[in-house]
């Protein structure tokens, strides 16, 4: 008793400060339980926010791969045998141009080898018009959702008309744009992007149609619009290779592998496939020395990522295996063709 006598007393005379206290406790306990749960419902909102991008990232994806394109063979057979004719009259008319020749030439040896394999030709072309039924979504702010629907509709049935007047005229409405949108960056930065992307799509039109000199231009005009888009420079670097223009497909592939080893580094497997055509192209030049310098980084690229019997990696020590048995180096170039599957 007399040692809960002086407790009670000091109880009583700090009764408030006492309850203050525990109010504070209290109060700090809330507080902390509604931080606790707020910071969790925000991870929570956070982690369903990405799962559900994911999901729709991966439905979009799935609904592109489930879009059938009802293509004629016999027309993709026609279509082949007009361009090859068309050619061929075209070639008879430039006989004392061989750069022409040449030109027409690269062009007829493309149309022939679709038209001997007109399944793998079919598969090429759904998948270019696949790229492009998911490229005109992005057309809807431009163009409208109602003509963007109408377009793709129509590409699903292998007419691609409607698909040609929509990018045109998007494309037109962006350069426009970006002509008065001098107050704008942002904007005049959208716009550009747009016709730029509108230039591609058309350009991957017209190599549906196996017109490869419209595609030149559009591609040409969409890598001019947007210089560090892989893709573009890639299509207009292949054409413009075709038309025999090495210093401009020498320039386009020297922009890729700049921009490459920028963002993914010297080493990276992703610069094989530009060093293998550059190489092709020096090769072609009848620059040997940078063509076998451009052959060995990607070998080493290759042998680093330990893919030596892929496709692509073949493809390559047969390239630099004919530079070699050009330059009289047989036994190496037998040696690294051994080597090739």
């Known amino acids: 008793m007399d040692i809960l006598e002086p407790i009670l007393i000091l109880i009583q005379k700090n009764f408030l400060d006492i309850i203050t206290l525990l109010w504070i406790i209290w109060f700090s306990g809330v507080a902390l339980g509604v931080v606790v749960s707020t910071v969790s419902t925000c991870r929570n909102r956070v982690t369903l926010s990405r799962l559900s991008q994911r999901y729709e990232h991966a ?7 489930a879009v059938q394109f009802e293509l004629d063979p016999e027309r993709i057979k026609d279509t082949l045998i007009r361009r090859e004719t068309e050619l061929r009259e075209d070639a008879q008319k430039m006989r004392l141009d061989f750069g022409v020749q040449g030109v027409l030439g690269n062009f007829r040896t493309r149309i022939q080898q679709r038209l001997a394999d007109l ?20 057309f809807k702010d431009v163009c409208g959702p109602d003509q963007v629907s109408l377009a793709r509709m129509a590409l699903k049935r292998g007419e691609s008309g409607k698909a040609v007047a929509l990018l045109k005229r998007a494309q037109s409405l962006g350069n426009q744009q970006v002509a008065g949108a001098s107050s704008s960056q942002l904007a005049a930065a959208r716009n550009k992007r747009l016709a730029a992307s509108g230039a591609f799509l058309l350009g991957q039109l017209a190599e549906t149609e196996f017109n490869y000199f419209t595609a030149t231009q559009y591609y040409q005009l969409a890598a001019a619009l947007q210089p560090s888009n892989l893709t573009y420079l ?22 890729v592998l700049t921009i490459q080893v920028k963002l993914l580094g010297p080493e990276h497997a992703g610069l094989a496939q530009t060093l293998n055509n550059l190489g092709v192209l020096r090769h072609t030049q009848g620059r040997h020395a940078e063509a076998e310098a451009f052959y060995l980084w990607a070998l080493e690229i290759c042998e680093a990522n330990r893919y030596p019997q892929d496709q692509d990696a073949d493809n390559l020590m047969r390239n630099y295996a004919a530079l070699l048995q050009e330059v009289g180096r047989h036994l190496e170039a037998d040696a690294v063709r051994a080597r090739a599957r």
């Open 119 to 138: 399944p793998a030709t079919q598969r090429e072309l759904v998948g270019r018009l696949q790229k492009i039924y998911g490229g005109l979504k992005e």
């Open 59 to 65: 439905r979009r994806r799935r609904d592109q791969d």
């Open 234 to 255: 890639n299509a207009a670097a292949e054409l413009s290779y075709a038309f025999g223009e090495f210093h401009e497909t020498g320039q386009l592939l020297e922009k």
